[in-house]
């Protein structure tokens, strides 16, 4: 059987991207020997449609803008390409048959994304057509064992743990200092911080 190349996935809000999500990625690319991450911004997050989640086309740019100085990183706007509620589970159908027969895909997630795992619409499915690769997030215990093992074989199978970096951002947290008038100085890369400012996000 060929080698397949390793391919990974960040998804997620984005409202805004900051140095976490940007580490985290870093971090289980070098560990796991991908050959890039695609940043795939939610157009529409399943489970955030009651909230006031901003405009898709500036989290869009400021994930572009995030990551432009890194070869290694890509972001897809697959998700805002397609209608109604963005599940992963058509991201990652889409991308496995497009690239499947050369490509292996890890999701890349924080703790309290994968504590949510059960929840994600065809998880099964996912689980078949990706990996998982779990950071532990500060300040979130959800028990990564317990995800793993309610999926039995498969979770053994599928769904890794990897200790990355301490860094206790939230993107909940960065707009709530916005609001506030404090600082994102450093949580944020300094153009996605110019950004926010010039267009008058999170006031
Ligand atoms: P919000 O506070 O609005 O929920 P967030 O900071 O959690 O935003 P998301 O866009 O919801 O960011 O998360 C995308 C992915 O990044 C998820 O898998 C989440 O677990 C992960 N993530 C977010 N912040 C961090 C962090 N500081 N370290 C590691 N992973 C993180
Ligand atoms: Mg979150």
Redesign the pocket.
């Known amino acids: 059987m060929v080698n397949k190349r390793k391919t990974g996935i960040?998804?997620?809000?984005?409202?805004p991207?900051?140095?976490?999500?940007l580490?985290?990625a870093e971090a289980v690319r070098v560990e796991y020997g991908l050959d890039k991450v695609i940043f795939i911004p939610a157009a529409n997050?399943p489970h955030?449609q009651e909230l006031n989640v901003t405009p898709a086309i500036h989290r869009y740019i400021m994930t572009v803008m995030a990551t432009c100085s890194n070869p290694n990183f890509v972001v897809s706007s697959i998700e805002l390409d397609r209608s109604g509620p963005s599940y992963t589970v058509d991201t990652v159908r889409a991308l496995n048959a497009k690239y499947g027969d050369k490509t292996e895909f890890y999701f890349?997630?924080?703790?309290?994304?994968?504590g949510e795992l059960t929840t994600w619409e065809n998880v099964s499915e996912i689980l078949n057509l990706c990996y998982f690769v779990a950071?532990t997030?500060?300040g979130?215990n959800s028990d990564l064992d317990s995800v793993i093992n309610y999926f039995g074989e498969k979770g053994r199978d599928r769904i890794f743990r990897l200790t990355?970096p301490e860094?206790?951002?939230?993107?909940?947290?960065?707009?709530d200092r916005v609001k506030r008038g404090r600082s994102i100085k450093y949580i944020v890369p300094e153009n996605v911080e110019s950004y926010i400012m010039k267009e008058g996000l999170y006031l």
């Not at 960040?10 to 409202?15: E, V």
């Open positions: 960040m998804g997620g809000t984005f409202d991207i900051h140095v976490g999500h580490v985290t997050p955030k890349i997630t924080g703790a309290d994304a994968i950071a997030r500060p979130c990355t860094l206790e951002i939230s993107a909940t947290d960065i707009r």
